[in-house]
């Protein structure tokens, strides 16, 4: 029989930072509150949380990485909404974001996660932050815990 190494959803409080991106705030702040509702469902106490508030998408992972380094969290989960039709920028912030985030996590060994709605529509936005497609903050703090639980078990 192999040895099967994973993590189960149950936060026993770990400590988790939340980045969140004040562009598209109507839609990241509804991508928080789930998050934060989804750490509670599974058990963890909110006063384990901590938030940060940045501007944009491009700018979460300086941030994370910061949280990461000096709060030592257990993990960090990012926030962001990018909207393809409101900018030529989308590209860019996209990507930087993305390749951002996923640096953090492999250089500080704190699993960062990308929980960066990329649409091209802010209806295809709204579908990902709480309607059709479910909510994209609750799956990226699901997936913090996860990986927080798969790490201690290798
Ligand atoms: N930031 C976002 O989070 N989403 C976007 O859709 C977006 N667009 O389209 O421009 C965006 N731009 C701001 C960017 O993240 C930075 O805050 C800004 O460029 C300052 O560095």
Same mark, same amino acid.
Request: overall charge negative; some cysteine; glycine content about 10%.
């Given at each position: 029989?192999?040895?099967? !190494?994973?993590?189960? !959803?149950?936060?026993?409080?770990? *400590? ?8 598209? #705030? ?16 599974? /058990?963890? #106490?909110? /006063? ?21 380094? &000096?709060? *030592?969290? #257990?993990?960090?989960?990012?926030? /962001?909404?990018?909207?393809? /039709?409101? &900018? ?11 390749? =951002?985030?996923?640096?953090?996590? %492999? ?10 709605? &990329?649409? #091209? ?15 994209? =903050? ?6 913090? %815990? ?6 201690? &078990?290798?």
């Amino acid at each position: 029989m192999p040895e099967v !190494l994973e993590g189960d !959803l149950m936060t026993r409080d770990a *400590k988790i930072a939340l980045v969140v991106s004040r562009f598209n #705030d109507f839609i990241t702040s509804r991508l928080l509150d789930a998050a934060v509702d989804c750490y509670s469902r599974h /058990g963890g #106490d909110a /006063g384990q949380l901590t938030v940060a508030h940045v501007p944009g998408s491009m700018e979460l992972p300086v941030a994370a990485m910061k949280l990461a380094k &000096t709060r *030592k969290p #257990d993990a960090v989960v990012c926030l /962001g909404c990018v909207i393809r /039709g409101q &900018t030529s920028h989308y590209d860019h912030v996209a990507s930087e974001a993305a390749h =951002g985030i996923a640096r953090v996590g %492999i250089e500080t060994g704190v699993p960062t996660i990308f929980g960066v709605i &990329t649409a #091209d529509t802010l209806e295809q936005a709204i579908e990902r932050a709480g309607s059709k497609q479910g909510n994209q =903050g609750a799956k990226a703090m699901l997936a913090a %815990i996860e990986m927080v639980n798969l790490l201690k &078990t290798i």
